[in-house]
DNA sequence: GATAGGGGCGTCAGTTTCTGTCGTAATAAT
DNA sequence: ATTATTACGACAGAAACTGACGCCCCTATC
C-alpha cells in the first residue's frame, strides 16, 4: 500500500467495478476494466478483476446481473439488458414517481430516449411486484396519467443513430452521415441539438459549407464519427443562434396581454396560471379578465385560438386583430 | 452457516445494506437495518452492521454517501440528500438523456416529484462536470429543448404531504386531510390518483358518504395517515371510473375524422403522425387531405381549432358544425 | 498453418480482514 | 432510580482475499 489514497478494500473495489461496466449491448474486457480502475487509483491486479467478474455473474444475489460474452476470447463484460441496482434502493415513493416518470414520458419522449431509461422504470415495477400486498389492487392501477393537449406521435430514431450523434457531439467530432434516401455520405460538423419534443434536430454545417442546417435525427439512416474535431465549436452559441430566430421557435416579444374569458374557461388558470405577472379579475358575472406578460409566439396563439368562442384578446390591439382575423378566414372556409 | 443461501459476503452485505438506507431526511437505525438484512436472507450479527456503517461513513470512496444523525442516540442512518449511486454507472449516453429527461419534466411535473429526481439530475450533471473537455462548450450548452404547446405552470404541492398521499394509497389506508382554509380534518378513504398534468386529483370518499368526490393535491395543507384500511378498494376500478366520464376526461367515441389542411399546415404531420391510422393526401396544390381515427374530445377540438384559417373539417358533420359554430361564434366577439 | 502475444484460469501460501462474542460505558425510557 | 438499549473497544480464531506464477488455449498475423 503506497502513500496515496489506493483502496485495497473488496467491497469499494467490487462497487467500483460494477460502475465500470457498460450495460449490454456494450461490453468491456478484465483488461479494459484494470485500466480504468487503475487510473482511478485503485491498486489491483488484473487477477482479482477477473475473479470479481467471474464471482458477479455466477452469483444470484442480484438477479444476474453481471453478463459474460464468452464466446470471443477477450470475454466481454455488461450489466445485463434490464437490470439497474439504485442506491438508495427503491422505496414505495421512489417506485410511484419513477411509474409517473414512465407515464408522462412515454407519450412525449423518442423510443430511444425511453429504452435507456427502461431499466430504471423497470427497477420500480420490478419493486412493486416484490411488494405487492396480497389479492390488493395493483399500484399502477390506482393511477392515471392523462396529459392535456392532443398528442402527436414522437417521430422514431432508430436505435444506436441517437447514440452515437450524441457521442459526437459530446466529444466534438466530425461524422459521416446518410441522410433520407440518399447513397453518399455526407461530412458534417455537429454543433447543438435542439429537442422540439416530437422531433429532434441536429444543428451542423456540412463540409466545406458556412451556413448552418438543420437535420431531422429520424432522417439520418447511418452515422459514421470521425476523429476529427469540429471546427469552430467553441464559437458557435446555441443560445443566441435560437434568440436570432434561426429555428422558428417560439420566441417572440414580450407582450401585455389583457383577454376576457367568458363562462367556465377562467377556471383553470387559477390552478394553472401562465405565470407568475398572472392576475385575474371578475369584471362581470361570468367574465373574467386576464391580465398577463406573456411572449408574442406561435403557441401563444394556438393556445387563445384553441379557447374558441370563450376568449376576446382585448390587447394588444396588432393581436386582437391577427385573432380577428384568423377566426373570420377560419369560418369563411365554411360558408 | 446454515442449510440456506445465507450471504456472508461482505461485498453483498454491504451493498444490500446500502440498498436498505433510506433517503435523508429520512432515516434508519442499526437495529432496524439489522432486522431488514435478517428477513432479506442475510446471517449477520448487528455489531457487523454497525461496522459497516462507520467505515462508509467515514470513508470518502463515494464521496459522504452515508451519513449518520448522532445527535440522538438511536443513531439515525441515511443516504445523504443528494447523492446517488446508480449501477450501471453514468456514461455520456445516459448523462445526455437525464439531462433531456430533465428538461422535458422541468416545466411538466409538480415541484415535489422533480425534487425526488434531483439526485439522478444531480448524478449526470456531477459526470459532465467531471468528464468536462477542458476550455470546450459543456455539454447542456448545445442541447435546448423548446417544446412544443402553450406552457401552463403546474401547481404547487408542499413537500411531504404528496408523499403521505402516496403511502396511504399505496397502502390502502384511510387518512385525515385539512382541505384548502378549513380547520377541521376531514376522514377520507383514498381510491385512486389521477394526473392531468399540472393537477393531480385524488379520488376520495368522505367518511360516511356513498359517492367519490375529487381533490386537488395542492388544496391539501395537512395530511395524517391512519392504521384503518380503506373500504371497498378492491372493488373501486379507475379505468371504467373513467371511462364512465366521471372526471370529464377526454375520452370520446372514435370518429372517423376528415380534414383539408392549407399551405403548410399539414407539414408536421408527415413528421409526427397523429396515429398509425393516419393518411395524407395531396389533392391539390397547397391541399392536403387527412384521414384519420381518432377519439372525438375536447382536446381534439383545442387542436382543430388552434390551427386557425389553416384548416377545415370535413367529415363528421357534426364536428365540422361545431368548429363552425365556435368559429363564427368567436369572431363575433370582436364585432 | 506456424508463431507470437494475450487472455483465462488453477494453484498456493502468506497475510489481511472479517466476524461473532463479550464487556463496558453512555444514553434513553419508564 | 432503575431498566433496557445502544455504541463501541478488544480479541482471537476463522475465513477470505491477494498477488505471483505458470500453463494452456485462443486469435491474429504473416
Known amino acids: ?179 433520407k434516401d440518399k447513397d453518399e455520405p455526407h461530412l458534417v460538423h455537429p454543433y447543438a441539438l435542439v429537442d422540439r419534443g416530437a422531433v429532434r434536430y441536429l444543428v451542423v454545417r456540412f463540409w466545406n459549407y458556412k451556413d448552418y442546417r438543420h437535420l431531422a435525427l429520424h432522417r439520418l439512416r447511418k452515422v459514421h464519427v470521425l476523429d476529427d474535431e469540429v471546427e469552430g465549436a467553441s464559437t458557435f452559441d446555441l443560445d443566441t443562434y435560437l434568440q436570432e430566430g434561426n429555428m422558428n421557435l417560439p420566441y417572440g416579444d414580450s407582450i401585455n396581454l389583457v383577454m376576457r374569458l367568458y363562462g367556465r374557461a377562467a377556471d383553470h388558470l387559477y390552478e394553472t396560471p401562465v405565470n407568475e405577472t398572472q392576475t385575474l379579475k371578475e369584471i362581470e358575472p361570468d367574465v373574467t379578465e386576464l391580465r398577463v406578460q406573456v411572449q408574442n409566439t406561435e403557441e401563444l396563439r394556438w393556445w387563445v385560438l384553441g379557447l374558441g368562442a370563450n376568449v376576446e384578446v382585448v390587447k394588444p390591439v396588432k393581436l386582437r386583430n391577427q385573432i380577428k382575423l384568423e377566426l373570420g378566414r377560419g369560418f369563411e372556409r365554411y360558408a
Not at 479494459?32 to 452469483?59: A, F, V
Not at 407519450?107 to 390488493?136: C, I, Q, S, T, Y
Open 1 to 179: 500500500m503506497a502513500g496515496n489514497a489506493s483502496i485495497s478494500n473488496k467491497t469499494y473495489r467490487v462497487i467500483a467495478l460494477l460502475q465500470a461496466l457498460p450495460r449490454s449491448p456494450h461490453k468491456i474486457t478484465s483488461n479494459e476494466i484494470h485500466q480504468r480502475l487503475t487510473s482511478e487509483g485503485h491498486d489491483i491486479t488484473r487477477r482479482s478483476i477477473e475473479r470479481y467478474l467471474k464471482e458477479l455473474s455466477e452469483s444470484q444475489a442480484f438477479g444476474a446481473l453481471v453478463q459474460c460474452d464468452d464466446k470471443a476470447m477477450p470475454y466481454g463484460w455488461s450489466v445485463a439488458q434490464k437490470q439497474n441496482l439504485s442506491i438508495p434502493g427503491m422505496d414505495a415513493q421512489m417506485a410511484a414517481t419513477w411509474d409517473l416518470v414512465a407515464r408522462y414520458l412515454t407519450p412525449l419522449m423518442a423510443k430511444d430516449v425511453l429504452d435507456k431509461l427502461e431499466p430504471v422504470f423497470n427497477e420500480a415495477r420490478k419493486w412493486f411486484e416484490r411488494h405487492r400486498p396480497m389479492g390488493k389492487r395493483y399500484w399502477s392501477d390506482k393511477v392515471a396519467y392523462v396529459p392535456r393537449g392532443f398528442h402527436l406521435e414522437p417521430a422514431r430514431v432508430s436505435a444506436g443513430i441517437a447514440d452515437q450523434v450524441y457521442d459526437a457531439l459530446y466529444r466534438n467530432r466530425q461524422m459521416n452521415i446518410w441522410y
